[in-house]
Structures are given as structure tokens and as C-alpha cells.
């Protein structure tokens, strides 16, 4: 096996017998993940918001893949999709899965709110993903050596979780300030899972990933979502120009994830980036997670905020 820091593609170990599921598998990191598994034997399990989006997805992923996939229909933002999602998962595998990767997620949109009431970020990429991973707990414990993989992102670093008022109902919305608070969320969840199942005793591993910077296409759907039309047009010509000269490929930018998923070397807790100069660029290896993720007492407040407003059961208890 390569050291992390060489590491590319071809040395993941053949998948197959495995099942993995790939949140926001339609498109960016999601889709090239899904697609990379599933050549290399993997039954992958596509779970995407939008039904005609999956399907365009599913085509292009089965035409190269080793074991057919399949679509599942998630909405994150929606915590009763979530749950259908979940039972629907769980019956069709047969409640076993050896990879979950929380890999959706929304950037800095102007501010909305979920069905369920929550800002749309913090909803959406953590407590939608948090939900999942203890609804599906159960099937990833069938599974020796399972593991879940939450991508996080460089944003968490100037992310503040504010747990009184997580949804700014009663501060100033900032679309940034919210996308950092949930890619902290995720870096915290991550890390929080990883400290419970082993003291659980649980054989679940549980790391964190983030791709750098990276041309996903986010940044320019965040651009298109402002309703300010100068605000829109410099987040524009901003996100073109550093993707011209600091962005590194999807591709690329998927590779800790796909690390993750698949070394055989990888711990619980352990958390992966690029190694190039600011963790942009380069390739994946260990990296620090924010000093935040590392502290048990964020990570309490965090799980117990999680259960009070998802009304899910965590897991392990």
C-alpha cells in the first residue's frame, strides 16, 4: 500500500462484495466518488435529492461500473425524506453497509429555512447528515470495519457553532459565517461519532474529509443563488478567477474522501486534506482537524443539540 502522501487511485483495493452509500452522488465530489467504487466492485447506492439529476447520474456511473447501482431518493433538508431514506436503505441491503459517505451539501445560499425549520446550511449538511448516520447505524454495525466519512471543508476553520442560536433567528444572517458554522458541525459530528463508538466498543470507524479547493461546482451555484446582483457578479468573476489559478480537479479534490472510504490503514478520528501549501491543493493525506472538533465538550454540546432537533435517537447512545 502506497503512504497516503503518494497515494492515487489505482491503490484502492478492489470493492467488491461492498456496499456504499454516496450522499449528493449526482454531481462534484459525490459523482466521481460513486463513480470511482463502483468501478472498482462496489454495489454503490446513489442518494440524491433530485430524481432527474440521480438518473443522468446512475446512467453514467452504471456504464463503467463493476456491480450495478442504484438510486435512492434523500432530501437531507427534510428530516421525514431522511428517515424514509433510511428504512428504504436498510431494507433494500439487508441492513449491511460498509460505507457511508456524507458527502452533500449546500454553500452559503441566501437565507431559507428547511421544512422542519432549520437554517438551510446547518440543516441541511449536518443534521440531515447526522440523522442519517444514526438511522443507518444499525446496518453499518453488521459490517466489520464499517465506516462513515463526513466531509468537512477549509471553511471550518473560521466556523463558530453558536448552539443557542444555530439558525440565526436572533443574529445577522451571514451566508458565510452559516456554511462555516455546518462544515464545523460536520468536522465536530465526525469526530464526536468516532469518540462514542469507541468507547461503545463498537468495530464502526468514523473520519472526516475535506477536498481543498476544489472545482466541484459550488462556488459558482453560490453565486448564482444571491439575490443581490453586484454581490452576485463579484462572487462570480471571484470564483472564476481563484478556480483559474488556485482550484485543483474534482478529481482531485475527491481523493481524501476516497482515502477514506477505502485505505487500509485509516483510524477512527483521523481527518484528511491535501497536502500542498494551505492544504489547497495536493495530494491527500492526515491532516489537523480544527482545534474545536478536537474538544470533547464542543462535541457533547453538538450531539446533544443534534438529538434535541432532529428527535433522533443517537447511536450509539
Not at 491503490?11 to 472498482?40: C, F, K, M, W, Y
Not at 431494507?91 to 425549520?117: C, F, I, K, Q, Y
Request: glycine share 10%; aromatic share 4%.
Amino acid at each position: 500500500m502506497a503512504r497516503a502522501d503518494n497515494w492515487t487511485e489505482s491503490d484502492i483495493p478492489n470493492q467488491s462484495g461492498r456496499t456504499v452509500l454516496v450522499t449528493g452522488a449526482n454531481s462534484g465530489l459525490g459523482l466521481h466518488t460513486a463513480r470511482v467504487l463502483a468501478a472498482r466492485g462496489a454495489t454503490v447506492l446513489l442518494a440524491c435529492r433530485s430524481p432527474e439529476r440521480g438518473k443522468d447520474a446512475l446512467a453514467t456511473i452504471a456504464a463503467g461500473a463493476a456491480a450495478e447501482p442504484q438510486l435512492m431518493e434523500l432530501d437531507l433538508a427534510d428530516l421525514a425524506s431522511v428517515r424514509r431514506a433510511a428504512a428504504d436503505i436498510r431494507e433494500r441491503t439487508g441492513d449491511t453497509l460498509d460505507v457511508l459517505v456524507n458527502n452533500a451539501g449546500v454553500m452559503a445560499p441566501p437565507h431559507e429555512t428547511t421544512p422542519d425549520g432549520f437554517e438551510l446550511q446547518f440543516g441541511t449538511n449536518h443534521l440531515g447528515h447526522a440523522a442519517l448516520t444514526w438511522l443507518l447505524m444499525p446496518a453499518l454495525r453488521t459490517r466489520p470495519g464499517s465506516r462513515v466519512v463526513t466531509v468537512s471543508s477549509l471553511a471550518a476553520r473560521a466556523g463558530r457553532i453558536d448552539t443557542v442560536d444555530p439558525h440565526f433567528e436572533h443574529r445577522r444572517y451571514s451566508p458565510v459565517a452559516a456554511y462555516g458554522q455546518s462544515k464545523l458541525a460536520n468536522q465536530v459530528f465526525a469526530l464526536e461519532l468516532d469518540r462514542r463508538l469507541r468507547a461503545a466498543g463498537e468495530d464502526v470507524v468514523s473520519v472526516a474529509a475535506h477536498p481543498g479547493y476544489s472545482d466541484t461546482g459550488l462556488a459558482p451555484a453560490m453565486a448564482r443563488a444571491q439575490r443581490n446582483v453586484v454581490l452576485r457578479t463579484v462572487m462570480n468573476v471571484g470564483g472564476r478567477l481563484g478556480g483559474l489559478l488556485l482550484a485543483q480537479s474534482t478529481e482531485r479534490g475527491a481523493a481524501p474522501q476516497l482515502y477514506a472510504a477505502t485505505a487500509p490503514d485509516v483510524s477512527g478520528g483521523d481527518y484528511f486534506g491535501p497536502l500542498g501549501p494551505g492544504q489547497l491543493r495536493g495530494k491527500p493525506g492526515t491532516v489537523r482537524p480544527v482545534d474545536a472538533a478536537a474538544d470533547p465538550a464542543t462535541g457533547t454540546a453538538l450531539w446533544d443539540l443534534t438529538a434535541e432537533l432532529t428527535g433522533v435517537t443517537p447511536d450509539p447512545a
